[in-house]
């Protein structure tokens, strides 16, 4: 659990500082100092990778001070020459109270959840992209490059052409593993934790800014940590841990930028610029599903008063242009990405449209069950609409991602795939980011029944009893929030009845262990892609000819000695090649069961070469000393 507490300070305390400074107040500067911690971390290892310095937890901290002290002068100068009226009221004491009780409650189940389908903090992830990032949180930890090509080089090296990929979530991360001493495996799994409750947390922060009654938000609280497609499935499937943690925290995009537009001032202004630009750094999709999420809050706003549009517009534009200034390194490095060499095919269609609108109502992908309860809340929300007031325009976003998710989900048009690139055409991201929208409409269901029983029974009966049996029974009749198939959604990603069967065996793991103890600082290991050894550096701190099972676009020599690596005797290119690497060790899992990846042609029946010496064996992994 210390990993989870260091976690959660890393996530919050940057943030609180800075929206402090800056003036938030209340569950506004809750809910967006993780957004705004972020920033901060985002925008700095780049930066100070730029300039040649390193990111370590102490240039983290003193990033921190500097965005704190820029908030605070902005703050300063706006109340100075634009002094801001005091936000009115909304809720009573115990409203604040029973929707902060609703929230732990919803960050609870989350967990508990989530920690189910772990089985304990410090499970190794078995999906494809996991890898990529246990690797990349060891990198930034181990070397200090923060930069936003940085991470790729554990895979891609030499003269492979460097890839880009936004890095907030591995800089905060390697921030918490360096300061809590814990595991790369269990500080990812301390982050995962935190994603249901954080996507929690900024749903109950967008329903407090856009003034919705306490029930409302406590029920959002709850409906939030409910459907498997929110966060759980991102945690099985990958897992696409930057992705799941931009989806838990876009709604707070709508948040700063409402804030913003009705009060147009430097200090909104700063807070509207880091939360774009934390949603950038976390993924370049991020910043896209913000746009989707909170655009058609502006096309309430402008349907309610046409002339706000050239105000609007104009107030906006400093703040694009700022943003441009500020994250100019990740914007340009993802147009790269996109105009690269690197290869995009999308993800095969999954079924025809109607079968899409289903799953998206009863909040069913590829699982067995729908979730009813769910899904009736919802058509609740729907026949309740007129209700929603200054939260309308969530139903227009529900109908964009919603019918996103069906285009991607049914056509490979090159329409749809042109407009999906951001998300890789993936039907799984745009679920994700559909279910978002349809839990708030779920909690307004919710919300707005408790409101009609309150409106027609006795009024001897409290409203507060009322929206106590709405909410519980909700609980109740799903069995606790799902939080049993929530569960096993992501156990399937993080473990298996038989574990000799999973992509990463324990054997395997206690392979890249021992290797750690037996390297010498700075010498490589040869191992196979597709076997589970690509874990090895995040583990072990050894280096290893491939650092990821993804075969694209490779270095010339991960190429070489992954074909002819076993005429190490016989072939200069070869033996060229582990001179340039220090390549000291041999280290091979069991091989891969799926069709067509067995070990590599060069890895093949090495056991009794003379050019090498076995020094470590269990069931699943043997360990190869080379020998000059």
Same mark, same amino acid.
């Given at each position: 659990m210390l990993s989870v507490c260091v976690a959660i300070v890393v996530i919050a305390v940057p943030g609180l500082l800075t929206g402090l400074a800056a003036g938030l107040r209340g569950w506004a500067l809750a809910g967006l100092a993780p957004l705004l911690s972020y920033a901060i971390g985002g925008l700095t290892g780049p930066w100070t990778a730029a300039v040649g310095w390193s990111f370590t937890p102490v240039t983290y901290a003193v990033s921190t001070v500097v965005f704190a002290a820029i908030a605070y002068g902005v703050r300063k100068l706006t109340v100075r020459r634009w002094a801001p009226e005091p936000e009115p009221g909304l809720w009573a004491r115990r409203g604040h109270i029973a929707v902060g009780a609703c929230l732990l409650f919803g960050a609870a189940v989350g967990f508990y959840a989530t920690l189910r389908?772990?089985?304990?903090?410090?499970?190794?992830?078995?999906?494809?992209?996991?890898?990529?990032?246990?690797?990349?949180?060891?990198? +930034?930890?181990?070397?200090?490059?923060?930069?936003?090509?940085?991470?790729?080089?554990?895979?891609?090296?030499?003269?492979?052409?460097?890839?880009?990929?936004?890095?907030?979530?591995?800089?905060?991360?390697?921030?918490t593993y360096r300061l809590s001493g814990a595991s790369i495996p269990a500080t990812l799994d301390a982050n995962t934790l935190l994603l249901p409750g954080l996507l929690a947390l900024s749903l109950v922060t967008l329903v407090r800014e856009f003034r919705g009654r306490a029930v409302l938000a406590g029920a959002v609280a709850l409906t939030a940590v409910a459907p498997v497609v929110g966060v759980y499935e991102s945690m099985d499937r990958g897992p696409l841990l930057p992705f799941a943690l931009g989806v838990a925290l876009t709604p707070l995009a709508a948040v700063a930028l409402r804030r913003y537009l009705e009060r147009v001032a430097p200090d909104t202004g700063f807070v509207l610029l880091l939360a774009a630009v934390g949603l950038l750094c976390i993924h370049s999709s991020t910043l896209f599903g913000g746009i989707l999420f909170a655009g058609p809050m502006l096309v309430q706003r402008w349907l309610s008063g046409?002339?706000? +549009?050239?105000?609007?517009?104009?107030?906006?534009l400093p703040i694009a242009v700022a943003s441009l200034l500020v994250a100019w390194l990740q914007l340009f490095g993802a147009l790269g990405l996109a105009t690269g060499d690197?290869?995009?095919?999308?993800?095969?269609?999954?079924?025809?449209a109607s079968t899409a609108l289903g799953a998206l109502l009863g909040f069913q992908h590829y699982e067995a069950h729908p979730q009813v309860w769910l899904s009736v809340a919802l058509f609740l929300g729907i026949v309740f609409f007129a209700r929603a007031g200054a939260l309308r325009w969530i139903g227009l976003t529900a109908g964009v991602t919603g019918l996103?998710?069906?285009?991607?989900?049914?056509?490979?048009?090159? +329409?749809?795939?042109?407009?999906?690139?951001?998300?890789?055409?993936?039907?799984?991201?745009f679920f994700s980011m559909a279910a978002i929208p349809l839990c708030v409409l779920a909690a307004h269901g919710l919300a707005s029944t408790q409101a009609w029983l309150r409106d027609h029974l006795p009024a001897r009966v409290p409203a507060v009893a009322v929206a106590v049996v709405v909410l519980l029974g909700f609980v109740a009749l799903s069995n606790g929030l799902y939080f049993r198939s929530n569960g096993a959604r992501v156990y399937t990603g993080y473990q298996a009845a038989d574990p000799s069967k999973l992509r990463v065996t324990p054997g395997e793991q206690a392979a890249m262990e021992e290797l750690g103890k037996l390297a010498a600082p700075g010498e490589w290991a040869m191992n196979?892609?597709?076997?589970?050894?690509a874990w090895t550096y995040a583990l072990s701190g050894v280096r290893t000819v491939a650092g990821h099972f993804d075969e694209t676009l490779l270095p010339r020599d991960a190429l070489l000695l992954a074909d002819r690596f076993r005429d190490y005797r016989t072939d200069p290119e070869v033996r060229a090649a582990v001179q340039r690497l220090n390549i000291h060790w041999v280290i091979l899992g069991k091989p891969s069961t799926e069709p067509g990846k067995p070990y590599q042609p060069g890895l093949v029946g090495l056991a009794g070469e003379p050019f090498l010496k076995e020094t470590w064996r269990n069931s699943d992994a043997v360990i190869y000393r080379l020998l000059p």
């Open positions: 389908g772990l089985g304990h903090i410090g499970a190794l992830p078995q999906g494809f992209d996991a890898v990529y990032h246990g690797n990349a949180v060891r990198y +930034i930890a181990d070397t200090g490059d923060g930069s936003l090509f940085g991470t790729g080089h554990v895979n891609w090296y030499g003269n492979a052409a460097p890839v880009f990929y936004p890095n907030a979530y591995h800089l905060l991360a390697a921030t046409w002339r706000r +549009i050239g105000r609007d517009l104009l107030a906006l690197v290869p995009y095919y999308g993800w095969p269609s999954e079924w025809r996103a998710y069906m285009a991607v989900a049914s056509s490979n048009a090159p +329409i749809v795939m042109a407009l999906s690139r951001p998300w890789w055409d993936d039907p799984y991201r196979d892609r597709f076997d589970g050894t």
